[in-house]
């Protein structure tokens, strides 16, 4: 069956330090792939999305997520963490353009340490 | 505007009350969705609305009814539910139907059933 997985439940960082999130997937062919952030009381606001082309993708707020097909991976990066980015991150599947269901990971929330 | 706007923010109701959370976008949209998010998990997908008919239904139980009175307009009738059914709810919509379509989301309306 198609899954998400984000191993990490819980991850502390320091303000100004990098961020990297994990995300897998399961599924045979290249699926549509997302990132969403939701901040407490919230809902989900996309960051970014993969369909095709270019494996390194560029989203909002400085952050960035890279399609590595090999390792079944799509992991979430920023340079340098603000305070205001502690949140929930989703990592998501969409199986084909025309299925309306995404299909979200567990999600992995992010506290900023000042 | 790219807003979609829920209310109530918050509802209590017995389990022999009847009562209507309501969602509303006026970004031209013409796909909507309900979506169930309980505590620390992902949000699940409940409905699709497109063109204003039911285009999904993941097997939800009938004491949850969708209504889309107009493009703009999408309602989640509520009867007879049951404590489990505390959760977020959260409602969103989409140029069209599909995964490539954004998914802009409202910021929920947190039901609790006593």
């Known amino acids: 069956a198609q899954s998400v997985t984000q191993p990490d439940i819980h991850i502390t960082v320091s303000e100004g330090a990098s961020l990297e999130l994990r995300c897998n997937y399961s599924y045979g062919a290249t699926p549509y792939l997302f990132w969403y952030v939701q901040s407490p009381g919230q809902g989900l606001q996309l960051l970014l999305k993969y369909f095709s082309g270019d494996t390194l993708v560029q989203g909002i707020k400085g952050f960035e997520a890279e399609f590595k097909r090999s390792q079944s991976s799509f992991n979430l990066r920023k340079p340098s963490v603000h305070w205001s980015d502690a949140a929930e991150y989703f990592c998501?599947?969409?199986?084909?353009?025309?299925?309306?269901?995404?299909?979200f990971g567990s999600g992995t929330r992010l506290s900023i340490r000042p | 505007d790219t807003e979609v706007t829920q209310t109530p923010k918050h509802l209590v109701m017995g389990m022999t009350n009847k009562k209507s959370l309501k969602c509303e976008q006026h970004?031209?949209?013409?796909?909507m969705y309900w979506y169930k998010q309980k505590a620390k998990k992902p949000p699940e997908l409940m409905f699709v609305y497109s063109y204003e008919k039911l285009s999904i239904n993941e097997s939800v139980p009938s004491r949850f009814s969708p209504e889309c009175p107009n493009s703009s307009l999408l309602n989640l009738h509520l009867h007879a539910l049951q404590p489990e059914d505390s959760a977020l709810y959260l409602c969103?919509?989409?140029?069209?139907?599909?995964?490539?379509?954004?998914?802009?989301f409202g910021p929920g309306t947190r039901l609790t059933v006593t």
């Open positions: 970004m031209g949209h013409r796909a």
């Open positions: 969103a919509s989409s140029q069209g139907q599909g995964v490539t379509y954004e998914q802009y």
């Open positions: 998501a599947v969409g199986l084909y353009s025309s299925a309306s269901k995404i299909i």
